[in-house]
């Protein structure tokens, strides 16, 4: 999909800048725009570097751990099919617990075990189960807290303004996409017989 | 009174990072006796592995960005999207960023990066791209990668309700920082 788009914006810039008479602008921002990316990214490395400093303390001290506890009583409720003492539920809840304070490298690895243990409680391996779909579709809406390092860097700061704005986006994400996912997976269409 | 309530919680917000910098590694060094410097140094490791990891996409994305609005190709479609975009008060500045953002999380940052870059991180363009860069997933590749992870072909209803919260997410965006910082 990315390589179409990718190629496709390209392809339409020559295009147009040869029907434009852009054509010099249009290379001279080829160049331009590859030197920029480079200066941008060795930018960003001091400002990274400090914010995955302190989330290593955090997961490091145990906070994330205090979190997950404190969400529980909320998972039970969403993933119905799951029983309440299953593993499943603790990787669930440390994923999202990871993804509440930004921690994207430490929610992946937590986030595949989850799926790992929920597999197991699949009995048809190559279709989805609704706890897993639940469990992806919160994790694309992406519960945050913590506005993502490389926003704080870019944005300096800025960054403070777009705390309250980002939560209250990823809160009506996050509430959509529950919702859509309890009406969906009742529904004829997506049910597990007639997967797709 | 609305004004008041999101004047004191924006002036509340300047204090989160400061605040996070030093309440965590408190915490830590208190209660959990954690060797905060140490471990600071592990993780901070990674930020220059992922700086550089990220420079060929960054390349990728700014290149052709920038090659579509020097074209005037990015001109042309704004502006056959206009009236629609206009009708709901969508900046028409905001929408590859939120086309791009369940695509590619390096493209979007991209594209993020570039609205900084043009407009300023002050501008609500940026803080608008900011909000939808921060409030949602690359659904493609998260779907694609914990699918596959454990062998699900047959994913339901997953990329329909992943792509529907994108939108009410970037909708959101714009509805919020429109209200609060506009």
Redesign the interface.
Known sequence: ??NY??FG??F???V??IF?G??D??T???I???K???E???G????????????????????IRIIARGLKPITVRLFPDVPADHPAIGSIVLNMAANLLGLG?AA?PL??KA??E??EL?PK????TNA??MF??I????V?L???A???A?????????????????T???I??II??KI??K?KR???EN?? | MIESIVGSLNAGAKYIIPLLLVGIPFYAITVKKVKVYEVFVEGAKDGFTIAVRIIPYLVAILVAVGMFRASGALDLLLNFLAPVLNFIGFPPENLPLALMRPLSGSGSLGLLTDLVNEYGADSLYAKIGATMFGSSETTFYVLAVYFGSVGVTRSRHALVAGLTADAVGALAAVFFCKLLLG
């Open positions: 999909m990315l788009i990718w914006m390209m339409i810039s020559v147009v800048g434009t852009n054509i602008a249009v001279e921002a080829a331009n725009m590859a920029v990316a480079v941008i990214s060795i960003l490395i001091g400002i990274m570097a400090l914010w995955l400093g302190i989330m290593k303390i955090a997961e490091a001290s145990g906070l490298n992946t986030g595949l799926m790992e929920l597999q699949n391996k190559d279709t989805a897993m779909v992806l579709a994790n694309t809406s992406s945050q913590i506005v993502p490389t926003v704080v870019l944005m300096g700061a800025t960054a403070s303004q777009i705390f309250l704005t980002t939560i209250l986006a990823t009506a994400s996050t959509t996409a859509i996912v969906l997976e529904t997506f049910s597990v997967a797709s």
